[in-house]
């Protein structure tokens, strides 16, 4: 870690203290690929935190982990014309083996749709084959052309990606909106990010779906950030790859199928909403570390006395399964270690020194206020069970205020490009229905719809931009 801190506030310069979080933090670095980057064990931590709170959730539902190649043959690509459509821009392709030319480019994986689903063809055959509920982890290749911006913009990536097929379209509509609570019960309750849910409109939708549905998060600077997306692709791909099955009328049916899924971008709307000018500020049901103790010692015999302290401290709280650490490098000092860890955004420092050994207490700092406190030894371990809960749900109610700040109701289209000029943010407005009307406001502004709620909000204006009929009440934003 660099022994210089970050220069720059938040509000002040957002790009440039975001790069220097993400770096100084020690979460990533840029790779040298272009358009690439490394994560470093701080972030990969936290990607495999939510691994394993996600990879909970889904088994507990039926769903099993698989992995398929990353190679995928053009020909599977082209299958479903408004999929292969919608990719080719970004598509990496492989056309040479060692030194011999291949027969057929291979694409390196964009999405695993196509590959998956030929081989759903060759194992489904009965209604008793079905559900079929399958995920994988994995990485994805995207040939992004525009700036690298470090786990929200990289030509690679990683993510997970479910894919799901049903015997009929009722399941599989109670699939998409099942994996979309599970998306919000994670992002709330373990990033301590606050989302509005919805679908896409037709030309926001994901390309071979028959309907998308979205988590949008608004950032401080007042840009949306998509965070995940559940979508019902009908039978558009069970047709394409004939995945059929002989349903208990005897009779043959396509199946209907869902896709799903979250990125590593995750990891870069906690560090733009939670943190600070000193850095991460992690929530606790997220942080790979939850606590670290930092012994304060002077003189020999204090070391000896301070470092058993610190170590039963450190066995009574891991007891508990709470995730703690002991920084006991004694090349650093006690300042430079709290400028780490606060960097780091662990949740709550311990410190120990001679005069709490003296007074039988330890002094608590609290990441996400900079708060101070002296607690006695037995009240250690209850009060940091509090007090990260105090701090989970802090971060969250936070954010939460911000995002319902951060939303403005319009009703004339002067009043929302002065919004956008003034405080962007997420604007609520009248629209028509019209995709012409969409894509105009779009070049115009900017601004895409994000969402359209699932509660159907009544309409209070003629459509914003074309001062048509309105049909719904949706959600624009500027997005990253």
């Not at 989302?195 to 896409?200: A, D, E, I, Q, Y």
Request: proline content about 4%; charged content about 30%.
């Amino acid at each position: 870690m660099s022994d210089i801190g970050v220069t720059v506030k938040k509000t002040e310069d957002f790009s440039e203290w975001y790069t220097q979080v993400v770096t100084k933090s020690e979460l990533a670095d840029y790779a040298p690929i272009k358009g690439c980057m490394v994560f470093r064990e701080h972030s990969y931590a936290i990607w495999e935190k939510i691994q394993e709170v996600f990879n909970q959730k889904i088994k507990a539902t039926g769903h099993r982990n698989v992995y398929f190649p990353m190679f995928i043959p053009e020909s599977f690509l082209r299958k479903e014309a408004e999929h292969f459509a919608g990719f080719v821009p970004e598509v990496a392709w492989v056309t040479v083996g060692g030194e011999s030319p291949l027969e057929e480019r291979l694409a390196v994986r964009p999405t695993s749709e196509t590959i998956m689903y030929a081989m759903y063809s060759k194992w489904i055959r009965s209604w008793r084959d079905l559900p079929l509920k399958q995920n994988q982890w994995c990485n994805i290749v995207r040939w992004e052309t525009s700036a690298t911006k470090l786990f929200l913009r990289t030509r690679e990536f990683l993510w997970q990606e479910g894919h799901t097929a049903h015997a009929t379209e009722e399941e599989a509509d109670r699939e998409v909106m099942e994996i979309l609570g599970a998306y919000k019960d994670l992002m709330e309750n373990y990033l301590a990010i606050p989302v509005l849910t919805g679908k896409k409109t037709e030309s926001e939708k994901f390309k071979g779906a028959l309907y998308t549905t979205t988590l949008e998060a608004m950032m401080p600077d007042g840009k949306a950030l998509q965070m995940g997306t559940s979508h019902n692709l009908g039978q558009n791909f069970s047709k394409v790859f004939d995945i059929k099955f002989i349903g208990e009328d005897e009779k043959d049916h396509y199946v209907w199928q869902t896709s799903w899924g979250i990125t590593t971008r995750l990891i870069g709307a906690l560090v733009m909403v939670h943190g600070d000018d000193k850095g991460l500020v992690l929530p606790p049901n997220i942080a790979p570390i939850q606590v670290v103790i930092i012994p304060i010692t002077y003189k020999d015999v204090d070391k000896k006395v301070i470092t058993k302290k610190a170590r039963e401290i450190f066995e009574e709280l891991q007891k508990k399964g709470i995730a703690i650490t002991i920084d006991d490098r004694a090349e650093y000092t006690p300042g430079w270690k709290f400028n780490e860890w606060e960097l780091k955004g662990v949740p709550i420092r311990i410190e120990i020194g001679p005069r709490d050994i003296k007074q039988k207490q330890v002094t608590l700092a609290r990441r996400d206020t900079s708060k101070r406190m002296t607690i006695k030894n037995e009240e250690t371990a209850t009060r940091i069970s509090e007090m990260l809960k105090e701090i989970q749900t802090n971060l969250f109610d936070k954010a939460r205020k911000a995002l319902d700040e951060n939303i403005t109701t319009v009703k004339t289209y002067d009043e929302f490009k002065e919004t956008l000029k003034e405080k962007s943010g997420f604007i609520r407005a009248c629209w028509c229905g019209n995709s012409t009307c969409e894509e105009r406001i779009k070049e115009e502004t900017g601004a895409t719809i994000r969402l359209i709620p699932f509660e159907k909000e009544r309409t209070f204006t003629k459509c914003v931009h074309c001062g048509e009929d309105a049909d719904e009440v949706v959600y624009f934003a500027r997005a990253y």
